[in-house]
Nanobody, 118 residues
Framework: QVQLVEPVGGLAQPGGSLRLSCVGS????????????MSWYRQAPEKERVLVASIDSGGSTSYSDSVKGRFTISRDNAKKITYLQMNNLKPNDTATYYCKARWGSSYWGRGTQVTVSS
């Protein structure tokens, strides 16, 4: 069973930076981590969960308009880690951030809190 863990969120001031990590495990021999489409979502209080960024098995990336130019998604296939580098953070980036892996079925991490406040 695929498992995803986002170990560290954090607190940052507006204009600051944070890097999120998503560590994967349980990938079967038939489908390795590198086969999976990886994404980061976020959910602010009383709002729907929304897609922030994604990276496919070939390394192509896409971003929501709200984070384009500020956030960068990347992956280390050898370590089975997906990163989200967040720069120039804004208070409305405050949310719980979730990692998702998809190859047919989808798997979610439990989420990590990011707070942007002065």
């Amino acid at each position: 069973q695929v498992q995803l863990v986002e170990p560290v969120g954090g607190l940052a001031q507006p204009g600051g930076s944070l890097r999120l990590s998503c560590v994967g495990s349980g990938f079967t021999a038939g489908f390795t981590f590198s086969d999976y489409h990886m994404s980061w979502y976020r959910q602010a209080p009383e709002k729907e969960r929304v897609l922030v960024a994604s990276i496919d098995s070939g390394g192509s990336t896409s971003y929501s308009d709200s984070v384009k130019g500020r956030f960068t998604i990347s992956r280390d296939n050898a370590k089975k880690i997906t990163y989200l580098q967040m720069n120039n953070l804004k208070p409305n980036d405050t949310a719980t951030y979730y990692c998702k892996a998809r190859w047919g079925s989808s798997y979610w991490g439990r989420g990590t809190q990011v707070t942007v406040s002065s």
